[in-house]
């Protein structure tokens, strides 16, 4: 497994950004993905998550209604369409990948075993 992500970048505050992930080795049909987020000198926190099945989404307060997970029609690559973007938004986007379901975890960092290079969006004021 090796996620590869792309997007990000430095947008205005209220605008849209989509970040992409996609894995090099076997599709995300059968794993659970999750989004992640890390600001300087601030913990990496949970921010958006995918069930295996797709079925089921789940969000941070802090982004919901604003931030949309998917997967794409081939399965191997999972987005993150963010829109109305705030400055508190800047961070380095990471996804990540769990082999095990997370169950009622999929906020917990350490229930993922894969992650992504990381990206920068940057939201200006």
């Known amino acids: 497994v090796q996620l590869v992500q792309s997007g990000g970048g430095l947008v205005q505050a209220g605008g849209s950004l989509r970040l992409s992930c996609t894995n090099s080795?076997?599709?995300?049909?059968?794993?659970?993905m999750g989004w992640f987020r890390q600001a300087p000198g601030k913990e990496r926190e949970f921010v958006a998550a995918i069930s295996r099945s797709g079925d089921s989404t789940y969000y941070a307060d802090s982004v919901k209604g604003r931030f949309t997970i998917s997967r794409g029609n081939a399965k191997n690559t999972v987005y993150l369409q963010m829109n109305a973007l705030k400055p508190e938004d800047t961070a380095v986007y990471y996804c990540a990948l769990a082999r095990q379901d997370p169950g009622s975890y999929y906020h917990v960092p350490y229930k993922y075993d894969y992650w992504g290079q990381g990206t920068q969006v940057t939201v200006s004021s």
């Open positions: 080795g076997r599709t995300f049909g059968n794993y659970a």
